[in-house]
């Protein structure tokens, strides 16, 4: 488990951006620990990429109290810039050179001196399984092959803070997984990430803290457990040996479902320990044998649908 420093790594207060009459972001705030990946969810046009883009310094904000690896992006681009990687959602990669290329490319821009951008295009090639495929012109890379050589180029610079925008959009599920391990890997290093996504399952399975972003406004934060306890829908489902542990169990759970086919009784619960725990004192006092048990709470995609009202343009990867 990673170890989260004092500073955060990214702190937002207040957060405004306009385009016209069109408010993009509402007056959000987040808080992004270090060392750890933080997703912020929304459908398209909710201000996702606007916020990487203040927070990576490529627009200003018009209002609000912003810190990157404890910098302000107004005030001090350059240091900003110096400490955060960024891969967004269409590749930097240049497609007439060769991976080795485009990473010492990168390094040069980054004024590495000629021996350590060397080395350091080396690490990462082996890094992202991409040494076979040095040399090779990274118009013929797949899709994985050339977002893998993407998230390489940003990490050149060695950055204590990536920007994600929708890294994996038009991957296949395979090649999706292999960069969700490239991720944690990061992460298990220190790295901290920001994720924007609109692959529910991917902020499921990469988050320690998701925000759900609406209309440019923040409509939930928490971990995805406690996002998935905000939606009804949450249940234990107890499976007895026999129809009179069935019954004494339906009796001490005037609320649950029972199934006296299946040998199964549904009872309403937030998933949550404590809950759990009270389910099973009560069937233990009252000497009732539960076969089995299974916890079943809403997904993100209940979550997302119950705060938004919608579904659309959110996809949940296979």
Request: charged content about 25%; overall charge negative; proline content about 4%.
């Given at each position: 488990?990673?170890?989260?420093?004092?500073?955060?790594?990214?702190a937002?207060?207040?957060?405004?951006?306009?385009?016209?009459?069109?408010r993009?972001l509402?007056?959000?705030?987040?808080?992004v620990?270090?060392?750890?990946?933080?997703?912020?969810l929304?459908?398209?046009?909710?201000?996702?990429?606007?916020t990487?883009?203040?927070?990576s310094?490529?627009?200003?904000?018009?209002?609000g109290?912003?810190?990157?690896?404890?910098?302000?992006p107004a005030?001090?681009?350059?240091?900003?810039?110096?400490?955060?990687?960024v891969?967004?959602q269409?590749?930097?990669?240049?497609n007439?050179?060769?991976?080795?290329?485009?990473?010492?490319l990168?390094a040069?821009?980054?004024?590495l001196?000629?021996?350590?951008?060397?080395?350091?295009?080396?690490?990462?090639?082996?890094?992202?399984?991409?040494?076979d495929?040095?040399r090779?012109v990274?118009?013929?890379?797949?899709?994985?092959?050339?977002?893998?050589?993407?998230l390489?180029m940003s990490?050149?610079?060695?950055p204590?803070?990536?920007?994600?925008?929708?890294?994996?959009?038009?991957l296949?599920p395979?090649?999706?997984?292999?960069?969700w391990?490239?991720i944690?890997?990061?992460?298990?290093?220190?790295?901290?990430?920001?994720?924007?996504?609109?692959?529910?399952?991917?902020?499921?399975?990469?988050?320690?803290r998701?925000?759900?972003?609406?209309?440019g406004?923040l409509?939930?934060?928490?971990?995805p457990?406690?996002?998935?306890?905000?939606v009804?829908?949450?249940?234990?489902?107890?499976r007895?040996?026999?129809?009179?542990?069935?019954?004494d169990?339906?009796r001490?759970?005037p609320?649950?479902?029972?199934?006296?086919?299946?040998?199964?009784?549904?009872?309403?619960?937030?998933?949550?320990v404590?809950?759990?725990?009270?389910l099973?004192?009560?069937?233990?006092?009252a000497?009732?044998?539960v076969?089995?048990?299974s916890?079943?709470?809403p997904?993100?995609?209940?979550?997302?649908l119950?705060?938004?009202?919608r579904?659309?343009?959110?996809?949940v990867?296979?």
């Amino acid at each position: 488990m990673n170890t989260v420093t004092a500073q955060p790594a990214i702190a937002v207060s207040g957060l405004r951006k306009s385009y016209g009459e069109h408010r993009v972001l509402d007056g959000i705030d987040l808080h992004v620990p270090t060392g750890t990946t933080f997703a912020l969810l929304g459908p398209n046009g909710a201000g996702k990429t606007t916020t990487v883009q203040i927070l990576s310094t490529l627009i200003g904000a018009d209002d609000g109290t912003l810190r990157v690896a404890g910098h302000d992006p107004a005030t001090e681009p350059d240091a900003v810039r110096a400490a955060i990687g960024v891969t967004g959602q269409f590749s930097a990669v240049d497609n007439l050179l060769t991976a080795e290329e485009n990473l010492l490319l990168m390094a040069d821009l980054h004024h590495l001196g000629r021996a350590r951008r060397r080395q350091r295009a080396a690490e990462l090639l082996e890094r992202f399984e991409l040494t076979d495929a040095a040399r090779k012109v990274a118009a013929t890379f797949s899709g994985g092959m050339r977002r893998r050589l993407d998230l390489a180029m940003s990490l050149v610079a060695e950055p204590s803070v990536i920007f994600l925008d929708e890294p994996t959009t038009g991957l296949d599920p395979r090649s999706r997984r292999t960069l969700w391990q490239l991720i944690r890997d990061l992460v298990a290093g220190g790295v901290t990430i920001f994720l924007t996504t609109q692959y529910l399952e991917e902020a499921d399975q990469l988050a320690e803290r998701i925000a759900l972003l609406d209309h440019g406004k923040l409509v939930a934060e928490g971990t995805p457990s406690e996002l998935k306890r905000l939606v009804p829908g949450g249940h234990v489902l107890l499976r007895f040996a026999g129809a009179r542990d069935l019954g004494d169990a339906a009796r001490l759970f005037p609320d649950g479902t029972a199934d006296h086919d299946a040998l199964t009784l549904q009872v309403p619960s937030d998933g949550g320990v404590h809950s759990l725990r009270a389910l099973l004192a009560r069937l233990d006092d009252a000497s009732v044998e539960v076969g089995e048990l299974s916890v079943h709470t809403p997904d993100l995609d209940d979550v997302f649908l119950s705060l938004t009202g919608r579904a659309d343009n959110t996809k949940v990867s296979a």
